[in-house]
């Protein structure tokens, strides 16, 4: 709770918005993107832990299915924002680098991917590759100015934390959907 704000940023692609205030976010406190192609958005990559590992060090009490549930979350939120979505590789087969923060020294066992995993997590590879093509398939994920960002998404008056709904307008970027509503429930 309390983090609503910079989920917004990272939806906007950092770009100026309306509806965004900067002052709450955790990075930068005003809007330092003039274009979304200007932003890549991610919730891990090669430096530090891979989402899974993120997962299992803060929700030490929870299940592995309900880490896949807050992956899932995690990358329909990136692959739904504006500017460049970017996922570490293996993330789709629930990767883990072992706990281990910095790989690059590590060896095979740590950093391959083990594509047997494909087999175990199919029903997640099979969720971001749906993602994917959701997100190719409508231009209106794929903004190109800031100020289209502005004219055209609208986020909804949510006082209950953890809770982000918005609805991307007007066949935004010639989209052929009239409207897209989003909306991201982070609450159990």
């Known amino acids: 709770p309390g983090n609503e704000e910079t989920v917004k940023i990272g939806i906007v692609a950092s770009t100026a918005h309306p509806q965004v205030d900067y002052s709450k976010g955790n990075n930068a406190k005003t809007p330092y993107a003039v274009s979304p192609q200007q932003i890549v958005n991610y919730v891990s990559c ?3 832990l891979c989402l899974t590992d993120k997962l299992a060090i803060s929700m ?12 899932k979350l995690a990358q329909t939120i990136v692959l739904t924002s504006q ?6 590789a293996g993330e789709e087969v629930f990767r883990s680098k072992k706990g281990v923060h910095n790989s690059y020294k590590s060896p095979d066992d740590i950093n391959a991917i083990d594509w047997n995993q494909k087999k175990q997590y199919r029903e997640l590879f099979d969720y971001y590759a749906a993602l ?7 231009p209106a994920f794929r903004m190109t100015t800031a100020e289209e960002i502005a004219a055209n998404i609208r986020f909804d008056k949510v006082k209950t934390p953890l809770l982000i709904s918005y609805s991307i307008l007007n066949h935004a970027n010639g989209d052929a959907w009239k409207e897209i509503k989003l909306v991201f429930n982070g609450s159990d």
Do not use: C, M, N
């Not at 030490?60 to 992956?71: F, H, L, N, Q």
């Open 46 to 48: 090669h430096d530090d």
């Open 60 to 71: 030490p009490e929870s299940t592995e299915a309900d880490r896949i549930k807050v992956a």
């Open 83 to 88: 500017g460049t979505p970017f996922i570490f």
């Open 132 to 138: 994917i093509d959701l997100r190719k398939s409508h």
